[in-house]
């Protein structure tokens, strides 16, 4: 364990964290005060105190995310570098680094641009010597599988790399990408000072990757570095949101946790530099026991292996200011839901956690907030509901004159509605605030061209905030679905993520949103009949649920997305001026893809193309003595079956068996051609 104590920077930490919780839980209990004032008297005392309850839960919730955005605008604004990290860029590296892709069914055409572009800026920089690149593939599909290796052997070609560029697929993907990790530090972790992980739309540029080289050698007690990775490519009026609003808001948000966490920071598990060796001591993740609900693997492992990083005494920092860190983002609405879905669970997961033996208090809250994201959206609908319950309880119970028993005077029912006024206004400023920040932050460090312009930045911020506002009750709805369906047992598996909107049926939408409009018509028929002034306060909420399936049809349109770009609204400053590496990825793209064109039939290219057959072939071992003779005549079997009636008569794990068989690989290329080139046209091989 790593003893060297953090007094410089564990001071400053918890006096700030103490200034947070004064800044956020003092406005909080007033504005609970506020709302029991200004519920319509005299009521419910049940109704009424759940109601105020949540109302300062909820207030809290986003004062948080408001100071922490106000304090990323100040520290972006007097634009210091991340404190208490040493800064020096010529700290000798003490080994090499690691650069690992675990991926499951992902076009292998991305992943390979994205490292030849990093591959060929470190070789320009003459530092590739200190760098090992790893695909490392859950692919359980055997024609997904030929193609990654295909295009991990073309990129190895291309670039001379064979031996620095490594491809591997596990035969069993147990813990999906934690296990795939664990597996590759078994096997090699020994060899890399640090590794650096990043995610199937990752790309990063060598200066990013070097700066963060750089801090791990000058902190020898950092344990984790993790960058902020901005996004881009995006193609849908969605995406081309999500990418604007990232790019204007991320890195305040992100320089404000900076400044709060200091280094007992977040983790993301991607776009990030890890110290081997304690990460491979500390960070074992444990499965959570079949007993109680949300059990199984932990889903969202990151922040657990951050938590534990920390308290075997490694810190764990965010630096905002590391450029040349990106990502790309789901598609349409529907495909952000579904991650959102198991990242629900997985942060529902922490709450097990919460007494593990020897966390710091700071994971401990942070674990809590990660929940809170989603069980926020609870909290949400219930205020709600309770709101609607105490309409329904003010029009149908008879108003009582004299609670109290007789009196001289009457007590008339009062609603306060200059102090619910107030109380809207106040929550507009603490949700809204922190992007008029974000623009004037922009505006004060005069980069508005970048963003096409003041006034289209002006109008995409504007539609920015109306936008968010109508998918906020969307998301509402859906997480608290999700919150629910996990603590009542329901289980999440880690599916393939969707990063392209061409499957995207507008069925699909309809039906996605179709129960949520149903939900908002009956609401507003029940406030309508009971108390119609209450009609505007809930409009926001139901108007929004109503147009969900318009609006979602709209936005996951890529023409509209390409007519905002071409009316610069939504630009981004990679868009304006798009730094050398993403020109040059969107090159290498287009060339790794047509390199990869020979093996788009998969399992039947890898029969029938004698370079892709040699390809697989080279990779094998004999197998003659591997298997005993009674596998050898099942293995056998599956050759036959595959001759006489084609591919389509074998299931995955045959097709994975004469993969994985140097013999039987061989022979059925030699009796395909034997039989004639016609055979492999027959079984639907494209011509490359």
């Keep these: 364990m790593n003893s060297r104590p953090y007094s410089e920077w ?11 919780a004064v800044l956020v839980l003092v406005p909080a209990f007033m504005a609970s005060v506020y709302m029991a004032g200004a519920l319509p008297s005299p009521g419910n005392p049940w109704l009424d105190g759940a109601t105020v309850l949540l109302f300062g839960i909820l207030t809290a919730w986003i004062a948080v995310g408001f100071w922490t955005a106000v304090f990323g605008f100040g520290v972006l604004l007097g634009r210091r570098a991340t404190p208490f990290l040493v800064q020096d860029p010529s700290a000798a590296s003490p080994g090499i680094t690691a650069l690992v892709w675990p991926i499951y069914r992902e076009p292998p055409g991305r992943v390979t641009a994205a490292i030849e572009v990093l591959y060929r800026e470190l070789e320009q920089a003459g530092r590739l010597d200190e760098f090992e690149f790893y695909i490392l593939s859950d692919t ?6 030929v193609r990654e290796q295909w295009a991990w052997a073309e990129l190895c070609r291309a670039l001379g790399a064979f031996g620095r560029i490594h491809y591997r697929r596990r035969r069993n993907n147990i813990k999906k990408k934690t296990g795939n990790i664990a597996d590759f530090l078994r096997r090699w972790g020994s060899r890399f000072t640090y590794f650096v992980v990043m995610d199937a739309d990752s790309l990063m540029s060598a200066s990013c990757l070097l700066r963060m080289v750089a801090l791990m050698n000058a902190n020898p007690t950092v344990g984790i570095i993790q960058s902020v990775p901005g996004i881009v490519r995006q193609k849908t009026l969605f995406s081309r949101i999500q990418q604007f609003s990232n790019r204007l808001y991320a890195e305040m948000y992100a320089a404000g946790l900076s400044f709060w966490q200091l280094g007992d920071n977040y983790y993301w598990g991607h776009n990030a530099i890890i110290r081997t060796a304690p990460f491979m001591a500390y960070c074992q993740l ?12 932990i889903l969202s492992h990151d922040f657990v292996e951050a938590a534990l990083m920390r308290r075997a005494g490694w ?6 200011d590391l450029a040349g860190s990106w990502e790309e983002a789901p598609p349409t609405l529907p495909d952000e839901l579904k991650r959102d879905r198991r990242w629900c669970y997985g942060n529902l997961q922490h709450l097990r ?41 003010h029009a149908l119970v008879p108003p009582s004159y004299f609670p109290a028993g007789h009196g001289l005077f009457p007590v008339w029912p009062v609603w306060h509605q200059q102090l619910a006024v107030i109380l809207l206004a106040v929550s507009v400023v603490i949700l809204f605030l922190p992007k008029l920040l974000g623009l004037l932050l922009v505006m004060i460090q005069k980069r508005t061209t970048l963003y096409g312009g003041t006034a289209r930045l002006c109008t995409s911020v504007v539609l920015e905030i109306v936008y968010s506002m109508l998918l906020a009750p969307i998301r509402m709805l859906y997480h608290s679905w999700f919150v629910l369906s996990s603590l009542f047992g329901k289980r999440v598996q880690w599916g393939r993520q969707e990063r392209s909107a061409q499957g995207r049926r507008g069925i699909q939408t309809v039906m996605i949103h179709l129960v949520g409009a149903l939900v908002a018509f009956v609401w507003i028929g029940v406030i309508a009949v009971l108390k119609p002034a209450y009609l505007p306060w809930l409009a926001p909420v139901v108007l929004a649920l109503i147009f969900a399936i318009p609006v979602t049809l709209l936005v996951q349109s890529v023409k509209a997305g ?13 868009e304006v001026d798009a730094p050398e590496e993403l020109r040059l990825f969107e090159r290498v793209l287009s060339e790794r893809n047509a390199a ?58 045959e097709r994975f068996a004469i993969l994985n068989d140097r013999l039987l690989l061989t022979e059925a290329h030699e009796r395909v051609w034997a039989l004639g080139v016609q055979q492999g046209q027959s079984w639907g091989l494209q011509k490359a």
């Design 10 to 20: 564990t001071r400053h930490a918890w006096r700030r964290r103490a200034a947070l």
């Design 140 to 145: 359980d599909d055997p024609d997904a599988f």
């Design 286 to 297: 444990p499965r959570l026991p079949d007993r109680l609900v949300l059990s199984g693997d």
């Design 315 to 320: 810190s764990v920092w965010l630096v905002p």
């Design 353 to 393: 956690l919460l007494f593990a033996k020897g966390l710091l208090a700071t994971h401990r809250l942070m674990f809590m907030n990660g929940a809170m994201s989603y069980v926020a959206s609870v909290f949400w609908l219930l205020y709600l509901v309770l709101g609607t319950a105490v309409i329904a309880w």
């Design 562 to 574: 390409q007519w905002t770009r071409d009316a610069g609204l939504f630009v981004t400053p990679e």
């Design 596 to 653: 990869n064109v020979r093996a788009q039939d998969g399992f039947v290219s890898a029969i029938v193309d004698p370079y892709v057959n040699a390809v697989f072939v080279a990779r094998l071992r004999n197998t003659a003595r591997c298997y005993n003779k009674e596998i050898g005549l099942t293995r056998a079997l599956y050759a036959v079956k595959l001759l006489e009636h084609g591919p389509q008569c074998l299931n995955r794990n």
